[in-house]
């Protein structure tokens, strides 16, 4: 038990926090602040997996997040019929040729020799795919995003069940590292970081630029949602007895009856959201229990030994006989399906889809200040860095607030200064982050919870 | 031949002088990012905010000026505010070396725990120039803003289509050739560019000759501040100074040095050029070009553009996934620095 006396502390510290935040703030930001550290949680985890368990720097973070969330949009919006009438035949055609062109390449790099030849036969047929992609596309794609325009003007998704959706959107991701792996894996380790982060940030723009795919820029609304509707749950009966049994020492100090009555639909309306958000929180909790369960267990089986011997030291580990390209490519793409998952599970903790908002520096950069902060290798510190570094990115702009107003008290209100200072005090949290990584890298390189490594 | 002549301008006027320009921009960070590299070891996620942070003096001192009346005569005051902003960049720089690299540096840490060190000097960095002047978008360029209009070179050569130069545009391409030349100069004839050479080639060996580590370092440090400020303020005179879009930058930056053959300062010259050739050429529709090459009767229906120009960084960063996998050296041989 003494060994995890600091874990135990540096996670009742955290919720500490977030009750804090909660009686001084509202119970409903709480919340919100709770779900997206969870969230961050599973990012981090996967991160974790990659880089804290294999050695494996990957700044695509942002790529397969937007490939999760672009899941949830496929598999759980009804499909557009109208659209799939005018449009599907081209869109079907275009990922037949695709398929084609990829089958041809490989076969192309597999039976025939290095040669010039060879080059210009592989250059050629991409070219010339993209041309019969342009032609072939360009009717459909026109086709589907003049249909309802302001609403749809997409293909839309299977309609499918939201939580299905999660499930897909961790194959997605897998299946994308699995391709990336393919090609990139062998790259040493910073020119492997800056190619993930560059084809991470193509793919962002092809999500974001192919409206009849996920209505790109235009974002999509209103997706299904695991919870029930704030809406709903204030009409039901059962919920406003519930909100009235657990306010009702403060509603009998009300006399009369239409304040009474007033007082309790203020109620209700709050309460909903709280209940919506307790139930992503349960959701949520539970996935982030499994996760933490299951890499836990691989961390510490053979495999997991394995992994670090081959971080620790490739070229003994590959001595030993251990066949380190295939173990680097399966942890990368496990790794990058965990990403895949959170991405889909933000996206349907938000109801929307917005390509728009997928920046590296929000997706890549500080989940890995994250997994740094935490503590790499460990799953449990991974965690905490989810929490902290969450924490922090969101009440760093309040505390700052407040922090300035203090120091400035003996400014007259419209001194210059004071008022750009209190402009920018959203900003102060990337000097928050920056200054915490910068610090934990000096002070404490292994992080809050540093690996441990039980001698069997 | 009128024809021709015509088509020839329509694709000088619309991608090889915004491509040279864009190149030369490129060019200058691409060489900061392979001279750190080479010299110091490691991959700088500041790049972008690093240039963001020289031009944000020369921004706020253009300001200064314009209020005090200094200017420049037809040339935009932003050129006369560079050596004070090189000089600020160039403390920051010094600053942040001496108190978070060069602990790292002499502790011999891997280039891996060096990039992510420079992630926390990125936000760092990030939120000094986000509190001191904001995040909006500004445009400080003033003076004469064009050398060549549309219709004047119309009216010159009799064609039906023009050339417009910007001022910032031939501004960019003269001081991008100034400022390379004097340091490939300093790097190949002398001394201190030569033991900088050394020092980058074997460190062991440099040091065992007798060259001082601290200089090197110094002198890499005052050259990648020269190249961040004078790059980061030609983007801007040419487009404009928004934070956000200097950070997005750094990718084609990295892609341009990479492209190049990272480490080598004249690949990483010529790779900015190709990586703006490549997204502009790439992005353009040929509509106006091939109709006056076609007879009227042939005339194209379609824009006949390859890509779509939301995916201008698309292309460079497909060019760099090329150049990684099938040539991990760079398209240029040489050797580095």
């Given at each position: 038990?003494?060994?995890?006396?600091?874990?135990?502390?540096?996670?009742s510290?955290?919720?500490?926090?977030?009750?804090?935040?909660?009686?001084?703030?509202?119970?409903?930001?709480?919340?919100?602040?709770?779900?997206?550290?969870?969230?961050?949680?599973?990012?981090?985890?996967?991160?974790?997996?990659?880089?804290?368990?294999?050695?494996l720097?990957?700044?695509?973070?942002?790529?397969?997040?937007a490939?999760?969330?672009?899941?949830?949009?496929?598999?759980?919006?009804?499909?557009?019929?109208?659209?799939?009438?005018?449009?599907?035949?081209?869109?079907?055609?275009?990922?037949?040729?695709?398929?084609?062109?990829?089958?041809?390449?490989?076969?192309?790099?597999?039976?025939?020799?290095?040669?010039?030849?060879r080059?210009?036969s592989?250059?050629?047929?991409?070219?010339g795919?993209?041309?019969?992609?342009?032609v072939?596309?360009?009717?459909?794609?026109e086709?589907?995003e003049?249909?309802?325009?302001a609403?749809?003007?997409?293909?839309?998704?299977?309609?499918?069940p939201?939580?299905f959706?999660?499930?897909?959107?961790?194959?997605?991701?897998?299946?994308?590292?699995?391709v990336?792996?393919?090609?990139?894996?062998?790259?040493?380790?910073?020119?492997?970081?800056?190619?993930?982060?560059?084809i991470?940030?193509?793919?962002?723009?092809?999500?974001?630029?192919?409206?009849?795919?996920?209505?790109?820029v235009?974002?999509?609304?209103g997706?299904?949602?695991?919870?029930?509707y704030?809406?709903?749950?204030?009409?039901?009966?059962?919920?406003?007895?519930?909100?009235?049994?657990?306010?009702s020492?403060?509603?009998?100090?009300?006399?009369?009856?239409?304040?009474?009555?007033?007082?309790?639909?203020?109620?209700?309306?709050?309460?909903?959201?709280?209940?919506v958000?307790?139930?992503?929180?349960?959701?949520?909790?539970?996935?982030v229990?499994?996760?933490?369960?299951?890499?836990?267990?691989?961390?510490?089986?053979?495999?997991?030994?394995?992994?670090?011997?081959?971080?620790?030291?490739?070229?003994?580990?590959?001595?030993?006989?251990?066949?380190?390209?295939?173990e680097?490519?399966?942890?990368?793409?496990?790794?990058?399906?965990?990403?895949?998952?959170?991405?889909?599970?933000?996206?349907?903790?938000?109801?929307?889809?917005?390509?728009?908002?997928?920046?590296?520096?929000r997706?890549?950069?500080v989940?890995?200040?994250?997994?740094?902060?935490?503590?790499?290798?460990?799953?449990?510190?991974?965690?905490?860095?989810?929490?902290?570094?969450?924490?922090?990115?969101?009440?760093?702009?309040?505390?700052?607030?407040?922090?300035?107003?203090?120091?400035?008290?003996h400014?007259?209100?419209?001194?210059?200064?004071r008022?750009?200072?209190?402009?920018?005090?959203?900003?102060?949290?990337?000097?928050?982050?920056?200054?915490?990584?910068?610090?934990?890298?000096?002070?404490?390189?292994?992080?809050?919870?540093?690996?441990k490594?039980?001698?069997? | 031949?009128?024809?021709i002549?015509?088509?020839?301008?329509?694709?000088i006027?619309?991608?090889?002088?915004?491509?040279?320009?864009?190149?030369?921009?490129?060019?200058?960070?691409?060489?900061?990012?392979?001279?750190?590299?080479?010299?110091?070891?490691?991959?700088n996620?500041a790049?972008?905010?690093?240039?963001?942070?020289?031009?944000?003096?020369?921004?706020?001192?253009?300001?200064?000026?314009?209020?005090?009346?200094?200017?420049?005569?037809?040339?935009?005051?932003?050129?006369?505010?560079?050596p004070?902003?090189?000089v600020?960049?160039?403390?920051?720089?010094?600053?942040?070396?001496?108190?978070?690299?060069?602990?790292?540096?002499?502790?011999?840490?891997?280039p891996?725990?060096?990039?992510?060190?420079?992630?926390?000097v990125?936000?760092?960095?990030?939120?000094?120039?986000?509190?001191?002047?904001?995040?909006?978008?500004?445009?400080?360029?003033?003076?004469?803003?064009?050398?060549l209009?549309?219709?004047?070179?119309?009216?010159?050569t009799?064609?039906?289509?023009?050339?417009?130069?910007?001022?910032?545009?031939?501004?960019?391409?003269?001081?991008?050739?100034i400022?390379?030349?004097?340091?490939?100069?300093?790097?190949?004839?002398?001394?201190?560019?030569?033991?900088?050479?050394?020092?980058?080639?074997?460190?062991?060996?440099?040091l065992?000759?007798?060259?001082?580590?601290?200089?090197?370092?110094?002198?890499?440090?005052?050259?990648?501040?020269?190249?961040?400020?004078?790059?980061?303020?030609?983007?801007?005179?040419?487009?404009?100074?928004?934070?956000?879009?200097?950070?997005?930058?750094?990718?084609?930056?990295?892609?341009?040095a990479?492209?190049?053959?990272?480490?080598?300062p004249?690949?990483?010259?010529?790779?900015?050029?190709?990586?703006?050739?490549?997204?502009?050429?790439?992005?353009?529709?040929?509509?106006?070009?091939?109709?006056?090459?076609?007879?009227?009767?042939?005339?194209?229906?379609?824009?006949?553009?390859?890509l779509?120009?939301?995916?201008?960084?698309?292309?460079?960063?497909?060019?760099?996934?090329?150049?990684?996998?099938?040539?991990p050296?760079?398209?240029?041989?040489?050797?580095?620095?």
């Open positions: 038990m003494r060994n995890y006396s600091n874990v135990i502390a540096a996670y510290i955290m919720l500490v926090l977030i009750i804090f935040v909660g009686i001084f703030q509202s119970w409903s930001i709480a919340l919100t602040i709770m779900n997206y550290c969870l969230i961050s949680a599973v990012m981090t985890i996967g991160a974790n997996i990659q880089w804290g368990y294999a050695g720097i990957n700044f695509g973070i942002m790529g397969y997040t490939l999760g969330g672009l899941a949830v949009v496929l598999v759980s919006v009804d499909p557009v019929k109208k659209a799939w009438q005018v449009g599907g035949l081209n869109i079907l055609a275009c990922i037949l040729i695709i398929v084609a062109m990829v089958v041809t390449v490989r076969y192309i790099l597999k039976y025939f020799k290095k040669s010039k030849k080059n210009y592989i250059a050629s047929i991409i070219i795919g993209i041309l019969v992609l342009n072939t596309a360009t009717p459909g794609i086709a589907i003049a249909i309802d325009p609403k749809t003007g997409f293909l839309g998704g299977l309609g499918m939201v939580l959706s999660w499930v897909v959107g961790g194959l997605f991701a897998g299946g994308l590292a699995f990336i792996g393919k090609i990139a894996l062998g790259l040493r380790a910073d020119y492997l970081a800056i190619a993930t982060l560059l991470a940030e193509i793919v962002v723009s092809i999500i974001k630029h192919e409206e009849w795919l996920a209505r790109g235009k974002n999509v609304i997706l299904k949602r695991p919870a029930p704030e809406i709903d749950l204030q009409k039901s009966d059962w919920f406003i007895n519930l909100v009235e049994k657990f306010h020492k403060k509603l009998s100090l009300i006399s009369s009856v239409t304040e009474k009555q007033e007082a309790l639909n203020q109620m209700v309306i709050e309460a909903s959201s709280v209940y958000k307790l139930c992503f929180t349960g959701l949520f909790l539970t996935v229990v499994i996760l933490l369960v299951v890499t836990q267990k691989a961390l510490y089986s053979p495999w997991g030994r394995k992994m670090r011997a081959i971080r620790d030291n490739e070229e003994a580990a590959s001595a030993m006989g251990k066949n380190i390209v295939k680097h490519l399966l942890i990368f793409v496990l790794g990058s399906a965990v990403v895949g998952l959170a991405g889909a599970m933000m996206v349907t903790n938000d109801g929307l889809f917005t390509p728009g908002s997928y920046r590296p520096m997706y890549t950069f989940i890995w200040v994250m997994v740094i902060v935490g503590g790499t290798g460990n799953n449990f510190g991974a965690i905490l860095g989810g929490f902290v570094v969450w924490f922090l990115w969101v009440e760093a702009a309040p505390i700052a607030l407040f922090l300035i107003n203090l120091f400035t008290s400014m007259p209100e419209t001194h210059a200064l008022v750009h200072l209190i402009e920018s005090a959203s900003y102060f949290r990337f000097l928050v982050i920056g200054i915490g990584l910068l610090m934990i890298m000096r002070y404490r390189p292994k992080g809050i919870i540093p690996e490594i039980i001698k069997q | 031949m009128m024809e002549l015509n088509a020839l301008t329509v694709l006027n619309f991608t090889v002088i915004p491509a040279l320009a864009y190149g030369s921009q490129l060019a200058l960070g691409a060489i900061f990012v392979t001279l750190i590299y080479a010299v110091l070891r490691f991959a996620f790049t972008g905010d690093m240039m963001s942070f020289g031009t944000m003096f020369a921004v706020l001192l253009t300001y200064y000026f314009q209020t005090i009346g200094i200017n420049f005569g037809f040339l935009p005051t932003a050129l006369l505010t560079i004070f902003a090189i600020a960049m160039i403390i920051y720089m010094l600053l942040i070396d001496k108190f978070i690299f060069s602990y790292y540096r002499i502790k011999k840490s891997p891996v725990q060096f990039a992510m060190v420079s992630v926390g990125m936000f760092v960095t990030q939120a000094i120039i986000r509190i001191v002047i904001g995040p909006s978008d500004r445009r400080f360029i003033d003076g004469e803003k064009f050398i209009k549309a219709n004047e070179f119309k009216e010159i009799g064609l039906n289509e023009g050339i417009t130069l910007k001022s910032s545009q031939a501004i960019t391409v003269i001081v991008t050739i400022i390379v030349s004097i340091m490939f100069w300093f790097l190949n004839k002398t001394k201190t560019g030569k033991s900088m050479r050394a020092y980058s080639d074997n460190e062991d060996l440099a065992l000759s007798g060259i001082d580590p601290k200089k090197v370092v110094m002198i890499t440090w005052i050259i990648a501040g020269i190249l961040a400020t004078v790059g980061g303020v030609l983007y801007g005179l040419d487009k404009s100074y928004r934070p956000f879009v200097y950070f997005n930058n750094m990718l084609p930056i990295f892609a341009a990479i492209v190049g053959g990272i480490g080598n004249f690949g990483a010259f010529l790779g900015g050029y190709v990586i703006a050739f490549a997204e502009i050429f790439l992005t353009y529709a040929y509509k106006r070009f091939i109709s006056y090459l076609l007879p009227e009767s042939l005339e194209p229906n379609s824009l006949l553009q390859l779509s120009t939301d995916y201008k960084f698309a292309i460079s960063f497909s060019i760099l996934v090329i150049v990684l996998l099938a040539r050296s760079g398209i240029f041989k040489g050797k580095t620095l």
